[in-house]
Each structure stands twice: as structure tokens, then as C-alpha cells.
């Protein structure tokens, strides 16, 4: 009876693992702040711009070369509007592997910046980095695209 309940359990456990275990390797709330189908933007390759609601908004990513925790970047971002609590969020698009606040700067006039490291991931230039530019929880910008780039 007990061996009955058991192996009951189990199977129950594995189909519950195959209908939800999915949702747990992709990244939070992708689908929600970006389509399937959203176009990309590569930050490495070329600079993103978009037209939002305020104004034009231009972001930028830069490697400064092998830091003392891996490769470093500067990011910078003109944006028409001040937010408050201004964040770029980093995410791993190909791979969940949390969530990376990283608070930009005001420099002067329409510019922000921040330096920052990617954490290691141990699929290396196959692991692909998302963007995400924020006022605290709240989007800003009204991008149309996915900021990415691979941590090289």
C-alpha cells in the first residue's frame, strides 16, 4: 500500500515537473516586457535608438577589456526625459541567471552612464544579456526593441 502511494506520488511529481519546469528556465516576465517577435538590438555590434513618447532615446555599450572580475562595459544612455531611481537592468535573455540592477548616473544635460561587470556565466560568448531600462519597477522609454549583447 505504501509502495502504491509512493510511486503515485512520484509520477504525479514528474508530471508536474514536465508542465512547469519550463516556466522556470526562461527568463521572469520575458514575454511580458518583450515579445517572441520583438526585434533586436546587438549593443556590441551598434547603437540603439528609438523614438519614445518625450523624445528620442539613444543607448550605448562599450567594453573597456578584462577587469578585475571579468570584462567590464560602460553603458550610456541619452534620454529626453529625468527618471527618477534610473536603472538599466541585466538580465539573462538566453539563460535565467537573475536580475542585475545597475544604477545609471546623471553625467549633464540628457546623458547617464554606469560601469558594470556581466556575472560569469559558464556557457561564455554564448550567453546572451538583455537590457532593460527602468524608473525603480516601471519601464521608461517605451522602447520597441530588446537591448542585448554577449558578454565576449
Known amino acids: 500500500m505504501i509502495r502504491a502511494i509512493a510511486v503515485t506520488g512520484l509520477i504525479i511529481g ?16 520575458s514575454d511580458e516586457v518583450s515579445g517572441p517577435d520583438e ?8 547603437d540603439c535608438q528609438w523614438e519614445g513618447e518625450t523624445g528620442t532615446w539613444l543607448v550605448q555599450l562599450e567594453s573597456l577589456g578584462e577587469g578585475d572580475q571579468g570584462v567590464e562595459f ?36 540628457e ?12 556557457t561564455g560568448s554564448e550567453m ?14 517605451g522602447n520597441p526593441m530588446k537591448l542585448t549583447f554577449r558578454a565576449r
Open 128 to 141: 546572451e544579456w538583455r537590457i532593460d531600462l527602468q524608473s525603480g519597477e516601471q519601464a521608461v522609454g
Open 74 to 109: 560602460r553603458i550610456t544612455v541619452n534620454a529626453p526625459e529625468a527618471p527618477d531611481r534610473f536603472l538599466a537592468i541585466l538580465r539573462g535573455e538566453s539563460m535565467y541567471m537573475g536580475e542585475y540592477p545597475i544604477p545609471l548616473k546623471h553625467q549633464h544635460g
Open 14 to 29: 514528474l508530471v508536474a515537473l514536465l508542465v512547469f519546469g519550463p516556466r522556470y528556465l526562461t527568463s521572469p516576465g
Open 39 to 46: 526585434p533586436r538590438c546587438d549593443l556590441l555590434e551598434r
Open 111 to 122: 546623458t547617464w552612464r554606469a560601469r558594470f561587470t556581466a556575472p560569469f556565466c559558464t
